[in-house]
């Protein structure tokens, strides 16, 4: 799971998958602004097959927080 | 393409948003003036006759509800039920506090307890927060969905001789909403706006720039240039918001809605631009566009305009209609003006703050300034504050300055003398009225031989270095220096291995054309782009330097 949401976020951002660990942050580290935010979460939606509204977008500072909102919301 | 001053445009004066409705409703019924898509992929269009209607009588549902003499917060994500409900409080002289739903529940409880607000209308998403606050504050919440049922009991209120809404007067000069500005400036303060500082901004807004089609709502509503610019002034010229429920739908939106005019923040504008060029990318056809450009740009120059035909089929994932952007709300790298021209589309950058309703200024149609923020609004003057070489504080009087901060009368005596507000900004007018904004006077550098610096009229030049993707001008020892964080994949694709013997060698070309005192005496290169507030402002703080 973290693997994939890593290949996801390395199309909007130069950092190497190599370099993403979970407490990575995706404003300060991976330079991602709120608009990459939102397309990455389609990327999610459609890999995952799992709705995320976007009230719990502004929730996601790490790639952490995105593996675990994924994980509890996945069938 | 003219680019030559040329008389106001014409446009119904309007005194107060309840005369907005009414003229629109009297003028064009029929016309749609709101849109958007159901879950359900349906178009719902509400025309301005159905939308007088609605406000109405959800307006007497509310009055015999007994929300009427009281504050009422709303929050919700952009939409039309947040539209209808917050025209219905506005309308009945309700004093409405449109709240940033991104904000912590804390923030959102301090500030709806700070405005002595009664009651919170909420859209579904924030039904957990908006019951928290009911048992924690004690106040009334709605549910804005509820509008229909509200609609129907307030249809039939007036048709037994409830007519109380609809007969009130409507108070133009006291205060109608609270809008809480972001606090990149410290503590969060309530503005006050009247009826007649929106109106009035609006109106005079449209005296400067004209609308010529439909548009799609991008900004959120909760601020003041979503709301007038994004809103009111698209309605007074009669034409539709398609309203955009989500960021997630842009794209979708703009091929379906085909826009002629968007209201846009500097980083929407600029992912507009970027994905211009991505899709042309992905198509294998950005070299061919590049090509044009040159080619259209030297056309361009013998007085032949073919941009339109040109350049069609590249702005079609904008819908292919837009020819105006308007820009405001953070300051914006002239470049992207440039680009936007090149292709055939207007971008106005204008300028404005939420004290001042917002407008204070914007480009016009067929009159504009590349690197000016556009001439001001006839609605307001503009003093340049304790002037040095013309360049001061931006001070602003007119019918568009607030009535001060919702409980604050020291905060708002320091920025309101004389009727003159202070905006903080630091800026100049040329001889054509067009007004250049150069920084923030809290972020004006001193240096210790008493010469002053903006950093903002640095960086901007500094930008203009293609390997520069964001930089941020300090302090350092009593000298000036620039951390840069560079665009690497402009680097990997031209070959630049030493980026910062590169920006080196363009900073004393920039050097060279600037005063001693201005000039750039050290280069920071950081790997990751620096932390923004949530309005996707840099904050301003370098770990290099004494900032």
Aim: contains cysteine.
């Amino acid at each position: 799971m973290f693997n994939k949401v890593c290949e996801i976020l390395a199309n909007f951002t130069e950092v190497d998958i190599s370099e993403m660990m979970p407490n990575t942050d995706l404003l300060n580290d991976l330079g991602m602004n709120s608009l990459d935010t939102i397309d990455a979460v389609v990327m999610f939606e459609n890999e995952f097959e799992i709705e995320i509204p976007d009230r719990q977008i502004s929730d996601f500072h790490t790639i952490a927080d995105i593996v675990r909102y994924i994980e509890a919301n996945k069938n | 393409m003219m680019n030559t001053p040329y008389p106001l445009y014409e446009i119904k004066r309007v005194t107060n948003l309840r005369q907005l409705i009414d003229y629109r409703a009297d003028e064009s019924a029929s016309a749609v003036a709101f849109e958007y898509e159901t879950n359900k992929g349906i178009t719902e269009k509400i025309t301005f006759s159905e939308l007088k209607y609605q406000i109405n009588a959800l307006g007497t549902a509310f009055y015999n509800l007994g929300l009427r003499n009281c504050h009422v917060a709303i929050l919700g994500e952009n939409s039309y039920d947040w539209l209808l409900n917050f025209f219905a409080l506005v309308c009945g002289n309700i004093v409405t506090v449109p709240l940033d739903r991104e904000l912590p529940v804390q923030t959102l409880k301090n500030m709806i307890k700070n405005s002595n607000c009664s009651a919170l209308i909420f859209s579904d998403t924030y039904t957990d927060i908006a019951e928290q606050l009911e048992n924690e504050l004690g106040i009334i919440i709605i549910n804005m969905r509820d509008a229909e049922k509200l609609i129907k009991k307030g249809a039939s209120l007036i048709s037994e001789g409830y007519n109380e809404y609809l007969n009130h007067n409507i108070d133009e000069s006291s205060v109608v909403i609270i809008v809480y500005t972001s606090g990149t400036t410290g503590t969060s303060k309530g503005v006050m706006l009247s009826h007649s500082n929106l109106a009035y901004d609006t109106y005079s807004s449209c005296c400067n720039c004209k609308i010529a089609g439909n548009t799609v709502l991008l900004l959120p509503l909760h601020h003041t240039f979503g709301l007038v610019a994004g809103v009111f002034m698209v309605m007074l010229y009669g034409y539709t918001v398609h309203i955009n429920l989500s960021l997630r739908q842009l794209m979708s939106d703009l091929i379906k809605v085909k826009p002629k005019i968007l209201f846009l923040v500097p980083l929407l504008a600029e992912t507009l631009y970027k994905n211009i060029w991505k899709i042309a990318e992905q198509n294998g056809t950005d070299k061919t566009l590049a090509d044009m450009i040159t080619k259209s740009n030297k056309l361009l120059a013998d007085g032949i305009d073919n941009r339109k035909q040109l350049f069609q089929s590249f702005i079609s994932p904008l819908g292919g209609n837009l020819d105006t952007i308007v820009c405001g709300g953070a300051p914006l790298n002239s470049k992207y003006i440039r680009n936007f021209r090149e292709l055939g589309i207007n971008l106005l950058n204008g300028y404005g703050i939420t004290e001042c309703s917002p407008v204070i200024s914007v480009n016009r149609n067929n009159y504009y300034k590349d690197g000016s923020v556009g001439q001001v609004i006839n609605v307001c003057s503009v003093m340049i504050d304790n002037p040095n070489n013309g360049t001061g504080e931006i001070c602003v009087k007119g019918l568009n300055v607030m009535l001060g901060y919702y409980h604050m009368e020291d905060e708002t005596a320091k920025v309101l003398e004389n009727g003159w507000f202070h905006t903080g900004d630091i800026g100049y007018l040329d001889e054509e009225n067009f007004l250049f904004i150069t920084g923030r006077i809290k972020n004006t550098i001193i240096l210790n031989n008493g010469e002053n610096v903006s950093p903002e009229e640095l960086e901007e030049i500094l930008q203009d270095i293609p390997i520069v993707n964001e930089v941020i001008v300090f302090e350092d020892n009593g000298k000036i220096a620039a951390e840069i964080f560079p665009d690497l994949s402009y680097a990997e694709k031209n070959k630049i291995t030493d980026i910062l013997a590169e920006l080196k060698v363009q900073i004393k070309h920039i050097n060279d054309n600037l005063p001693k005192f201005k000039q750039i005496n050290s280069v920071y290169l950081r790997d990751s782009e620096f932390e923004k507030t949530t309005t996707k402002k840099i904050k301003r703080k370098s770990k290099y330097g004494n900032n």
